[in-house]
């Protein structure tokens, strides 16, 4: 059926706005944590019996988690803040590029460097942004963009007194270690 097609990524999208991981949704909802996953990823057909308790446990009701007959274009998306950052999605979570307006917080912690697989493009909206990447470190001001192999050891942070806000664009491998990672 068309319309489960995106339930899967929803069901996951619903998990991660609330900032849950799959063993802590899985445990509320009384199944294993492989089995969510499996729901997630599409490997594993829905039925009402293993989307009632999840359902019930995100507030959300299955029609949710359907995709309408008539998609509406509009991202409906939270913005989730956490380790000095906050992110909005701007694309759609079964979408083959993500993009996200990022800003970054000065009070951030200091992140070590990141290594993965993927690319990142990223775009100053307001602010200054300090991107160390390998051996250079670069201070990006309004309107500069920046293009790079993530498997550059690379992080990003606010410099000066106010936050830098951000429009970055990540392949789907990039986008899920980049903002899903736990540091």
Same mark, same amino acid.
């Given at each position: 059926?068309?319309e489960?097609? *995106?339930?899967g990524?929803?069901?996951?999208?619903?998990r991660?706005?609330?900032?849950?991981t799959l063993?802590?949704?899985a !445990?509320?909802?009384?199944m *294993?944590?492989s089995?969510?996953?499996?729901l &997630?990823s599409?490997?594993?057909?829905?039925s009402?019996?293993?989307l009632l308790?999840?359902?019930?446990q995100?507030?959300?009701?299955v029609?949710?988690l359907l995709e309408p007959?008539?998609?509406?274009?509009r991202?409906?998306?939270s913005? %989730?803040r956490r /380790?000095?950052m906050t %992110?909005?999605p701007?694309?759609r !979570?079964? *979408? !083959?590029?993500?993009?996200f307006? %990022?800003?970054?917080h000065?009070?951030?912690?200091?992140?070590?460097?990141?290594v993965?697989d993927g690319?990142?493009?990223?775009?100053?909206?307001s602010?200054?942004l300090r991107l160390?990447?390998? &051996?250079q470190e670069?201070?990006?001001g309004?309107g &500069?963009a920046?293009e790079?192999?993530?498997?550059v050891?690379?992080?990003?942070?606010a /410099?000066g007194?106010?936050p830098?806000?951000v429009i970055s %664009?990540f392949?789907t491998?990039? /986008?899920?270690l980049?903002?899903? *990672?736990?540091?």
């Amino acid at each position: 059926m068309e319309e489960l097609r *995106s339930l899967g990524p929803r069901l996951r999208s619903a998990r991660q706005e609330r900032g849950w991981t799959l063993d802590e949704l899985a !445990e509320r909802a009384g199944m *294993s944590a492989s089995t969510l996953s499996r729901l &997630e990823s599409g490997k594993r057909q829905a039925s009402l019996e293993l989307l009632l308790p999840l359902t019930r446990q995100l507030g959300i009701r299955v029609d949710d988690l359907l995709e309408p007959r008539e998609r509406d274009p509009r991202v409906h998306r939270s913005a %989730i803040r956490r /380790e000095g950052m906050t %992110i909005a999605p701007l694309t759609r !979570e079964e *979408s !083959e590029v993500r993009a996200f307006k %990022i800003t970054y917080h000065t009070d951030a912690p200091e992140r070590p460097l990141q290594v993965h697989d993927g690319h990142e493009w990223l775009y100053v909206l307001s602010g200054r942004l300090r991107l160390h990447l390998g &051996e250079q470190e670069l201070v990006l001001g309004r309107g &500069e963009a920046a293009e790079f192999d993530t498997t550059v050891p690379h992080r990003m942070r606010a /410099e000066g007194g106010r936050p830098a806000e951000v429009i970055s %664009i990540f392949n789907t491998v990039g /986008e899920r270690l980049h903002l899903h *990672s736990a540091g």
